[in-house]
C-alpha cells in the first residue's frame, strides 16, 4: 500500500485549503491557476504541487490579494510573496499549510523546519494555541472527510506530543514554587488522546505546580493509591470518545464513591465530558469548555 498520498481529488483540496470546490473550478477555468490531470472518467486530480500552489494561492487571497492578481504572479514569484506574508503578520496560516504538507508526506525536515521558525518569533505556548490547536481541529475534520487516514493524524499527533514533552523536561528540573495543590492528569480506559492532557502538564509545571501524570488508559482503581498520600488532590481528566454517553453518568457515581468529591476535585475537559448532567451534584465537580479556561481557572 502506499503510504504517501500524492494524488488528490477536487474534495481533497477543498478540504485541505478550505476553497469550495465550486471557486476551484472557476479558478482553473477563468484563470488557468492550476492544470488537474483527468481520469478516464474525466474526474479531475491533482498532484502534491498543485497542492501547494493552491494553500500558497490561498494565503495571497485571504491576504487581500485579488485572484486576477494573482493569476498573473509568475510562480516562483508567489512563494517569495507568501513567504514575506508569513513574515510580517501571518506566520501560523503559512506553518498550518506546511505542517499539512508534513503530515501528508510523513515529512520529519518539514515539521522541524517549519517549527523551527516560528519558535524563532513565537514562545511555545504561542505556537500550541496558535497554530497547533488550529490545525489539530483542522486535522479532526479532515480524519471525519476521509482526506487524510489514521496513519497521517498518528504521524502529526506523535510529533505535536514529541515537543510538548520536549517543553516540559524542560521546567521539571526547576524546584516547584507552587505546593498549595498536586495535580493528577490522566485519561479514562480506553482513551488515548493525549495531546491536551499533556500540554496542561505543561502549564501547570510551567506554574510550579507539583503534577502526578499517569497519561493513557487508566482505571479508576489504579487512582485509590494515589489519593491515599495526599489530603486533597485535582485530578484532571480529558473525555474525548469515552466514557461513552450512557456511562459518563456511571463514570462520576463511581469516582465520587472510590475517591471522594467532597474531598478531591475531579476536573474534566473534552467532547465526552460535555455531558455530563449532575455536575452540580458534586462539590468538586468542573467540566471546563477548553484548555484556555481550564489554564485561566490554574
Keep these: 500500500m502506499e503510504c504517501v498520498k500524492t494524488i488528490f481529488s477536487i474534495k481533497d483540496l477543498e478540504n485541505l485549503s478550505g476553497v469550495k470546490a465550486h471557486t476551484i473550478r472557476i479558478w482553473e477555468k477563468r484563470y488557468e491557476l492550476l492544470a488537474p490531470e483527468r481520469t478516464d472518467t474525466n474526474i479531475r ?16 487571497y485571504k491576504n ?4 486576477s492578481k494573482i493569476a498573473k504572479i509568475p510562480e516562483d514569484k508567489i ?14 496560516n503559512q506553518a498550518l499549510n506546511s505542517f499539512k504538507l508534513s503530515m501528508l508526506n510523513f515529512d520529519y525536515s ?23 490547536i488550529p490545525l489539530l481541529n483542522e486535522i479532526g475534520v479532515l480524519w471525519h472527510t476521509n482526506t487524510i487516514n489514521p496513519a497521517h493524524e498518528h504521524f502529526i499527533s506523535s510529533l505535536i506530543k514529541q515537543k510538548i514533552i520536549l517543553n516540559t523536561e524542560r521546567i521539571q528540573t526547576i524546584e516547584k514554587q507552587n505546593k498549595t495543590k498536586t495535580f493528577v492528569l490522566f485519561l479514562p480506559e480506553n482513551e488515548i488522546h493525549e495531546i491536551g492532557l499533556l500540554y496542561l502538564n505543561y502549564e501547570l509545571q510551567l506554574k510550579g505546580y507539583h503534577t502526578i501524570y499517569l497519561g493513557q488508559t487508566i482505571p479508576i482503581d489504579s487512582l485509590v493509591n494515589i489519593h491515599n498520600f495526599f489530603p486533597e488532590l485535582h ?12 456511562k459518563i453518568e456511571n463514570y462520576i457515581e463511581e469516582f465520587n464513591d472510590k475517591i471522594g468529591l467532597d474531598t478531591h476535585h475531579l476536573w474534566l475537559l473534552g467532547y465526552q465530558a460535555r455531558n455530563v448532567k449532575n455536575n452540580k451534584n458534586f462539590k468538586h465537580l468542573k467540566i471546563f469548555k477548553s484548555i484556555e479556561n481550564l489554564v485561566k481557572e490554574i
Excluded at 485530578?235 to 450512557?246: C, G, H
Design 45 to 60: 486530480t491533482y498532484d502534491i504541487k498543485s497542492l501547494q500552489k493552491l494553500l500558497n494561492i490561498t494565503l495571497l
Design 64 to 67: 487581500g490579494y485579488k485572484i
Design 79 to 92: 512563494h517569495i510573496l507568501v513567504r514575506e506574508i508569513a513574515t510580517e503578520n501571518n506566520m501560523h
Design 110 to 132: 518539514l515539521f522541524y523546519n517549519t517549527y523551527n521558525k516560528l519558535l524563532s518569533e513565537q514562545s511555545f505556548r504561542e505556537i500550541f494555541f496558535d497554530t497547533f
Design 235 to 246: 485530578f484532571i481528566s480529558y473525555f474525548t470518545v469515552t466514557p461513552s454517553d450512557d
